[in-house]
């Protein structure tokens, strides 16, 4: 935290000069761990800020995973039809100010502090008036809805920050409300089964919108079906109004044909790796459709499209001698995808992990996910204070792997190079792999937190002296 105090405008409100500035301003709040599921203090926020969310048309989305990059491709998509976007999402990798998108690129420090400052004079007027003061989300929230009123976008792409009906972001009424699969995760706070998250993820289906449902459990279907007959919402579901017709691994991606609401797109390339990112990528198309109107898109406009999707920290490929491959899978369900995705695409022999969990998470589904694929394991921990410490996560490590399969390196980098060394080297520990030298890989996953930290440091790595 910085010591000295802000300096404030003539509401006494802190600004702030420096990005470093609105960090520290921002973590001094509630953190995003901490809730108190409350529409009011949102709701009053935006008010006096002029309602924001209101003078654009917002796509809004939940699930429990696949948002971010089903979010990434929904801008892309509208950006290539001259469409000028503001994209909200979150957690970031890296840096904060990743969380708020102006045609496709992260607000600068400048703009950030400047949106910051925007919103500043009205927090202490918000935080007098609740039982409670206004959080770390629902200010970063109000701040990218002001950025976007400001900027001005013709449309915004609001991805939820945890659950739906009484997330900050569901302030907006979403003109076409995206669910992506639904499993469990922050059971604590959502319910221990995918039909209690569903109904509060339900929540962000408001009237007159289109509802873009991925294919989804039985019983979580019924209830997102149930959530549209009582609010009038149109519902397009996986699998009969869109979906995958064919989908091929390819060098740097998949090969797909994929079935929109308004006609059928082939030889698409997209440069993201698993069945999982077709199924975000068919979803994306449809929410596009279902906003631009009753008219197919323009096939070659898709293709150019697609093509330039990216998705930093989903199974991506961050250094080749030897491979490193980050994903942010942090819950079984997103473990499972990204494990499967490893399957079709990659042959690494020996494919080591870095795992880093956080302590509210489940980490031995996590681990058990990637279990079949990894030769070997090693426990690290991120920086976080909710990180799950090395050591008890090589506990329940050794349950899954055994013990001669998993050891524990509690700094990130340590353990990086040690997951190195063995997937070059195709032994663990002087006992063989059963490969040759070079022919490994690592992947680093567990949490988003971990797989940030691990992207910061091997780019720093990889930039050359002086760059």
Same mark, same amino acid.
């Given at each position: ?15 702030? %000069?420096?990005f ?6 921002? #973590? ?6 901490? &809730?108190?599921?409350?529409?009011? /203090? ?7 800020? @002029?309602?924001? %969310? ?44 990743? /969380? ?31 039982p ?26 609001? +991805?939820?920050?945890?659950g ?5 972001? =569901? ?9 992506? $699969?639904i ?10 089964? $995918? ?7 339900a @929540? ?11 294919? %989804?459990?039985?019983? $979580?279907?019924?209830?997102? #079906? ?16 869109? @979906? ?8 740097? !991606? ?7 609401l ?17 199924q ?7 929410a ?23 998705? $930093? !920290?989903?199974? +991506?490929?961050?250094r ?10 942090? =819950? ?40 079949p ?7 690290? %921990? ?10 008890? &996560? ?7 792997? !055994? ?7 509690? /700094? ?25 030298i ?13 797989? @940030? ?15």
């Amino acid at each position: 935290m910085t010591d000295a105090p802000l300096p404030s405008d003539a509401s006494g409100a802190r600004l702030a %000069q420096t990005f470093a500035e609105v960090e520290d301003a921002l #973590l001094s709040r509630w953190p995003e761990t901490r &809730l108190e599921p409350s529409m009011d /203090r949102i709701r009053a926020f935006t008010q006096l800020l @002029g309602d924001p %969310q209101r003078t654009y048309p917002v796509i809004h989305l939940t699930g429990t995973n696949g948002k971010t990059s089903t979010a990434r491709m929904v801008d892309t998509l509208l950006r290539a039809h001259d469409l000028r976007t503001g994209r909200f999402t979150s957690p970031h990798l890296e840096r904060l100010n990743e /969380r708020i998108c102006v045609d496709g690129e992260p607000l600068t420090d400048e703009e950030f502090v400047r949106a910051f400052n925007d919103v500043a004079p009205y927090t202490q007027l918000v935080d007098a008036s609740q039982p409670y003061p206004l959080s770390f989300f629902e200010t970063v929230v109000a701040m990218a809805y002001a950025a976007f009123a400001d900027a001005p976008v013709d449309v915004a792409i609001v +991805e939820v920050g945890l659950g739906g009906l009484w997330d900050a972001t =569901n302030v907006a009424d979403g003109v076409v409300a995206v669910v992506t $699969p639904i499993g469990v995760d922050h059971a604590h706070l959502l319910g221990d089964t $995918p039909e209690a998250i569903a109904v509060e993820k339900a @929540g962000i289906i408001k009237p007159g919108a289109t509802a873009v449902l991925t294919e %989804q459990l039985p019983g $979580p279907a019924e209830i997102l #079906l149930r959530r549209c007959a009582e609010v009038g919402a149109t519902p397009v579901r996986e699998g009969l109004e869109f @979906g995958v017709l064919s989908r091929t691994p390819a060098v740097g !991606g998949q090969l797909l044909t994929l079935k929109g609401l308004r006609a059928e797109y082939d030889e698409i390339f997209l440069p993201l790796y698993g069945a999982h990112q077709a199924q975000n990528a068919v979803t994306a198309l449809a929410a596009v459709e279902a906003f631009l109107g009753d008219q197919p898109l323009d096939a070659e406009l898709v293709r150019e499209a697609f093509a330039r999707v990216s998705s $930093p !920290g989903r199974l +991506e490929i961050i250094r080749r001698s030897p491979m490193i491959l980050l994903d942010a899978a942090h =819950n079984p369900h997103g473990a499972e995808r990204a494990a499967a995705a490893l399957e079709d695409s990659f042959a690494f022999s020996p494919l080591v992990g870095v795992l880093g969990v956080m302590a509210d998470k489940e980490a031995e589904g996590v681990l058990a996910a990637f279990e079949p694929h990894l030769a070997h394991v090693v426990c690290t %921990q991120s920086s976080s204070s909710r990180s799950l410490p090395a050591a008890e &996560l090589a506990v329940i490590a050794r349950e899954v792997f !055994g013990g001669d399969r998993v050891s524990i390196a509690p /700094r990130l980098a340590d353990a990086i190079d040690e997951a190195t060394t063995l997937a070059e080297a195709g032994g663990t520990h002087g006992t063989s792999m059963g490969s040759s030298i070079g022919t490994g890989a690592v992947l680093i996953t567990g949490s988003v937190v971990t797989v @940030g930290e691990a992207r910061a440091m091997l780019r720093r790595r990889e930039r050359p002296a002086g760059g």
